[in-house]
């Protein structure tokens, strides 16, 4: 094999492409090309790194200096610097907010420091197009192990005990799961794997596919071993173009190498495996959905028991494991259950990958151990708020899950807290909010999702999120009445007790959630027309506070209707009559002068303080 | 037929063009032929013809790059390929561009007359103006949809693969594609449409040459994708769902596209967009219609007018 004195290892993800990966590596093999390096530094394209706002981001190896925001120009000094010199290029490394100093490595940098890899063990590390990178690092390993050296029993024994819970969102015990399957008797079982990932805000079964391809492969042949299956089907969403393209390469390759299929290692043992692509439906992330959907039917949930563990794919015992949960068996099989638990706490083993976006810094996929402290995920790896802002919660496990306010930051992440706070872990879609969100308008959003998503078997599930949705709207159009909060919360407690599936049971948790921890602002909005974050638009007036106004002038030229008024230098003016509540002033002024305020509001802007009181007199 | 059709027979093989000639002039059409792309050419912009018999493999212009050509310049004209190497990619690319059926090499006589025949009901049908999908599509779609159909048969599970694939060759999933699957699939009608409607990814309109996806997930929402779902309504005067009149663009939203990092995010046929504002999506989708540009460029003219009087 040949050496090299560097590798590059650009990121290729979906994130990174999208901002420029491609123009940026071809840039890099023509300076390298250039100045005659070609056969001392490797450019190597990787799976996503996770940071994603970051991107394009590269690390050169061995050093593992980090580099982000690559750009075409920049590509010709980077090379010269850091490979002809060895002066390691800082400007484009990544820069401490506060003390300006630049931090050359990877592990030093507070996005990736507090992060624990284990499903993404390989990521920015190998090549996710070649086996051999994958088998470089213990790749294989753990299934030669389990298809030779352990029976079923072992197998089931070694992930139950390591506590490893079902990653797709509920938490169910992977190794229960798979010891119910193996127990069944039948001549022809499925291991399913749902790659399914239909939250809105959450991206890490992708990156995972992407990134890692083979690692799913391996965990599913060894649960094959563990239940007795020989057929196998990955259920990938036709949205994630480039990972179905990776593990389809990736399902060539083992099978090639004799590593799936028939006869694996020699052991005798068969296991085939096809990539089925899903048709854009959120439901079918729901175990018994996705298994009707893989039957080519309209992909709705059946009740349980039967459970699919019995009765699943044509009616056949069959496992379905989500991408993450199938990432972590092969480590758990080298090391063992108690290294596995040596992370986590009790009940929650282990780590979790998020994917933590929003209103904050740092954005992209994170993997911490259970039972952190959401404050280290959102402030030392998030790295806070974005300037000037103040972050009001962080909404959990997407349009099943619930918004956490801020007070309760210090709980730790693990199944049991996080659903006692009414939200859920979910699949990790970690979506952070500032004051700039509205906490109805979060509640309406989901609930449009979800009652558009409603596969529509049972009424409860399916006129009623639409009828919490119709109210929602209402509220925040300002036809709310008093009493409404009441019948959101009693409509969705109904909903919760009578419908089938985990979508209908989970679909008013948003809208619960944000009553219990943000209620008075649905009540502003109700009682007072007033939507204090100035998004709903109907309930939103700007004025512009004449004692702050520098007469900068920068609101009145972003002004899309210019309703702003004023000479430069004095306090500008904005005209109602005029003004279409685009909050781009909000936005744009540096002084926060300008104040949002109630629908009805008609006073001086000097008396602005406190007038939501003489607002509420009047009503 | 009042006329006879005028075809030209395009191949690298003498013998070919020879058996076509004889086989079709019988039956009474009047054929030419043209040895390779290059002569073809020529003899189209000095002749019209009806309808183009091309081989794939030629030396020099070479039939995909000819079928371009036509469509460009003679769009009225059908093509049907002659290819002795009916590989999937290349029958995929033909089919993009176009063509109306095609003959495998080696081709018996009734194999040819008949091609021939439906061909030329096919164009004289769709002349002057392009007939609409729903009544009735080319045959070498529908013999694609039954090669695809007869593949997947045997597989339990297959109609949801089959639609996926039967979108990528028409475009879109009219009844009359689904009632074809129906059959090759002996799967009720009902069922295959309560599956079409089931799913998001399947669509029943015809989507327009672009395909503009703008995210509606919880990361894009956060950052605002609405202002940039409206500038795009607005100027392209469609809603989500909806293609444009000129079939240039097709707007849809989809539920998150898990990429999130780089919110808000839209994506444009294979292209992924991120960090977008109202003005950064028109910039680039006016990179796909001239017009579009046309207008934002005298936009930003009038806020460049404003901001110096500023």
Redesign the interface.
């Known amino acids: 094999m040949e050496k090299f004195r560097a590798n590059l290892m650009l990121c290729a993800g ?2 990174c ?3 420029g990966t491609k123009k940026v590596k071809d840039a890099l093999i023509e300076e390298i090309k250039k100045r005659g390096l070609e056969e001392e530094l490797k450019v190597v394209l990787t799976g996503c790194n996770g ?3 970051e ?1 394009p981001v590269m690390s050169v190896y061995p050093d593992e200096i980090f580099y982000q925001r690559l750009t075409v120009e920049e590509i010709p000094k980077l090379v010269e610097e850091h490979f002809l010199k060895g002066r390691p290029y800082q400007k484009l490394m990544f820069t401490e907010p506060e003390k300006k100093t630049a931090i050359p490595l990877m592990k030093e940098i507070p996005f990736f420091k507090h992060q624990v890899l284990r499903v993404l063990r390989n990521k920015g590390l190998i090549d996710p197009e070649k086996i051999e990178e994958y088998i470089s690092r213990d790749g294989y390993q753990a299934e030669a192990r389990a298809l030779t050296q352990m029976t079923s029993e072992d197998i089931i024994k070694v992930v139950k005990d390591s506590g490893l819970r079902g990653r797709g969102g509920a938490g169910f015990p992977t190794g229960l799961k798979w010891e119910f399957a193996s127990k069944v008797k039948s001549e022809v079982k499925f291991m399913l794997c749902n790659g399914d ?7 890490m079964d ?1 990156s995972v596919m992407e990134a890692d391809p083979h690692s799913v492969i391996e965990g599913m042949v060894i649960g094959a071993k563990a239940i007795g299956a020989h057929k196998g089907y990955i259920y990938v969403r ?4 480039l990972a179905v393209k990776r593990l389809q390469l990736a399902i060539d390759q083992a099978t090639e190498a004799g590593l799936l299929g028939k006869n694996i290692l020699d052991t005798g043992f068969d296991f085939e495996l096809e990539i ?7 439901v079918c992330g729901e175990e018994t959905a996705l298994m009707r ?7 709705m949930p059946r009740p349980r028991p039967p459970f699919p563990a019995h009765k699943g794919l ?1 009616d056949k015992p069959s496992v379905l494991n989500n991408v993450e949960t199938l990432a972590q068996i092969s480590p758990i099989i080298i090391n063992g259950s108690d290294w596995y638990r040596s992370l986590g706490t009790e009940k929650s083993t282990g780590t979790k990958v998020f ?1 933590l ?3 904050i810094n740092n ?3 994170v993997e911490v151990p259970m039972g952190i402290p959401l404050k280290t995920i959102i402030y030392d790896i998030g790295g806070g708020p974005k300037k000037g802002k103040k972050i009001k919660g962080v ?1 959990l496990g ?1 349009p099943s899950g619930g918004c956490i306010p801020e007070r309760l930051f210090d709980l730790p992440v693990t199944y049991e807290d996080i659903v006692a706070t009414g939200a859920i872990v979910g699949s990790g ?1 970690m ?3 500032d004051d700039n ?1 509205c906490m109805v308008g979060m509640a309406k ?2 609930l449009e ?1 979800t009652a558009d ?1 409603s ?1 529509g078997k049972c009424t409860p599930c399916r006129v009623g999120t639409k009828i919490l949705l119709d109210m929602l709207i209402d509220i925040t159009e300002g036809k709310g009445k008093e009493g409404d909060i009441e019948t959101l919360e009693d409509l969705g407690r109904d909903i919760i007790a009578a419908s089938l599936c985990g979508l209908g049971q989970t679909a008013p948790n948003p809208i619960l959630t944000t009553i219990r921890y943000f209620r008075e602002e649905f009540e502003s909005h109700i009682r007072d027309h007033w939507c204090k974050a100035g998004v709903c638009r109907a309930l939103t007036t700007f004025w512009i506070d004449e004692k702050m106004c520098k007469g900068c ?1 920068a609101c ?2 972003g002004c899309p209707s ?1 309703a702003i008024v004023g000479e430069k230098k004095k306090p500008h003016k904005i005209i109602q009559e005029l003004c279409v509540r ?1 909050r781009s002033c909000y936005e744009a002024c540096k002084f926060k002068s300008i104040k949002i305020m109630p629908a009805k509001y008609e006073g001086e802007p000097s008396e602005l303080v406190g007038a939501a009181e003489a607002v509420k007199e009047e009503a | 037929m009042a006329e006879a059709a005028k075809i030209l027979v395009v191949d690298d093989e003498p013998v070919v063009i020879k058996s076509a000639e004889r086989v079709l002039r019988a039956e009474g059409y009047d054929v030419e032929g043209a040895l390779g792309g290059r002569e073809a050419i020529l003899k189209i912009e000095q002749n019209s013809y009806d309808l183009v018999f091309t081989d794939l493999k030629m030396p020099e212009v070479d039939g995909i790059t000819l079928i371009r050509w036509i469509k460009k310049s003679n769009p009225s004209i059908g093509i049907v390929i002659i290819t002795g190497y009916p590989s999937q990619d290349t029958i995929k690319e033909a089919l993009e561009l176009g063509i109306i059926d095609y003959v495998p090499k080696p081709f018996t006589p009734a194999v040819l007359v008949d091609v021939t025949k439906r061909a030329v009901e096919w164009t004289a049908g769709r002349k002057p103006e392009e007939k609409k999908i729903t009544e009735e599509f080319p045959p070498a779609m529908a013999a694609e949809l039954d090669r695809v159909i007869n593949d997947y048969k045997i597989k339990p599970g297959c109609l949801i693969p089959v639609l996926q694939r039967a979108q990528e060759i028409v475009g879109y999933l009219p009844p009359i594609v689904q009632k074809r699957i129906s059959k090759g699939l002996n799967i009720p009608q009902a069922e295959v449409h309560s599956v079409v409607s089931f799913y998001s990814f399947f669509t029943m309109k015809p989507r327009g040459d672009h395909n503009i996806r703008v995210c509606l997930g919880t990361a894009c929402y956060v950052k605002g994708i609405e202002t940039v779902l409206c500038k795009i309504r607005d100027t392209l005067k469609i809603d989500i769902g909806d293609t444009t009149e000129n079939r240039r663009f097709s707007l849809e939203g989809v539920r998150c596209l898990g990429a999130c990092g780089l919110a808000p995010v839209m994506v444009i046929d294979q292209d992924t967009y991120g960090a977008m504002t109202p003005k950064k999506a028109l910039g680039i989708i006016s990179r796909y219609d001239p017009a579009i540009a046309e207008a934002v460029l005298q936009e930003t003219v009038e806020e460049e007018i404003v901001e110096k009087e500023g």
């Open positions: 979906t994130g492409v999208a901002s940071y994603c706002a991107g990932e239909g939250d809105p805000g959450a991206f992708r036709a949205e994630y173009p089925y692509q899903g048709a854009g439906a959120f959907s893989l039957e080519g039917k309209r992909g044509w994917a976006t929003g209103a954005v992209g996929l909404q997407g879609g979506v952070v909010m969100t959003f989901f999702f998503e596969c002038g009145l030229r210019k685009c």
